[in-house]
């Protein structure tokens, strides 16, 4: 089975500063790895994925994760941040060769960015 | 090209009664699956339909239970609502039941209060 932890539930941060939400994962098997994003009032959608290839991967809109196969980590950063990247991100995985159904979610990490 | 579409937005039930929630996937999507999403547990999967099958279930009770149509449009029924059903319900659409890319695309919710 797998779970995924999302140490921090919040994330206060000011505009124009660097973030990094993380998440660790637990896995007997190999699995794909995901970031959603939820802005208020809306449904998810996805950031970003690992499927294979190069660990580091990066969204249109400035965010990047890396794959630490090691630390079992996918954590997501960005490197200066709007007040619009406001909202609720969640971690996900699902094992390789699975369906969606298989897509487990973290609690979710709320990023709140003050001008 | 639409989004997923769910059906009512909000609504207020009282102890005992039933709901019934629809979602509409994207055109051409044949997948639905429905999620609980409440601040303590997060994003919880309840069950996934494909070609009108039940592929999958999460765990729940049995008052909780879905269908899909032959226009892949499906609709989640909660029996005997109790306090704690209140929560977002969210429906997410893929191309197939087999995918393994994970990409969802939810809807905005039905946000269902229970009195």
């Known amino acids: 089975a797998q779970s995924v932890t999302q140490l921090d539930s919040q994330v206060p941060v000011f505009e124009e500063a660097p973030v990094e939400l993380r998440c660790n994962y637990s896995?007997?098997?190999?699995?794909?790895l995901f970031w959603y994003v939820q802005y208020p009032n809306q449904g998810l959608q996805l950031l970003l994925k690992?499927?294979?290839?190069?660990?580091l991967v990066e969204s249109i809109n400035g965010f990047e994760a890396e794959f630490n196969k090691s630390q079992t980590s996918f954590h997501l950063r960005k490197p200066s941040v709007h007040i619009s990247d406001t909202a609720e991100y969640f971690c996900?995985?699902?094992?390789?060769?699975?369906?969606?159904?298989?897509?487990?979610f973290g609690t979710g990490t709320r990023l709140q960015v003050f001008p | 090209k639409a989004g997923v579409t769910q059906t009512p937005r909000y609504l207020i039930k009282t102890r005992g009664q039933q709901v019934t929630l629809s979602c509409s996937p994207i055109?051409?999507?044949?997948?639905v699956s429905w999620y609980q999403q409440t601040p303590g547990q997060g994003l919880q999967f309840l069950f996934e339909?494909?070609?009108?099958?039940?592929?999958n279930k999460g765990n729940f009770p049995g008052r909780f239970s879905g269908r899909q149509f032959s226009n892949s449009r499906s609709e989640m029924n909660v029996s005997t609502l109790e306090l704690g059903d209140s929560a977002l319900y969210l429906c997410?659409?893929?191309?197939?039941?087999?995918?393994?890319?994970?990409?969802?695309?939810f809807g905005e919710g039905s946000r269902l209060t229970v009195l």
């Open positions: 997410a659409s893929s191309l197939e039941a087999g995918a393994v890319t994970g990409e969802l695309f």
């Open positions: 896995s007997s098997v190999s699995v794909y």
């Open positions: 690992y499927l294979s290839g190069s660990t």
């Open positions: 996900a995985v699902s094992p390789r060769g699975h369906s969606t159904d298989k897509l487990i």
């Open positions: 055109s051409g999507h044949r997948s």
């Open positions: 339909y494909f070609s009108e099958t039940q592929r």
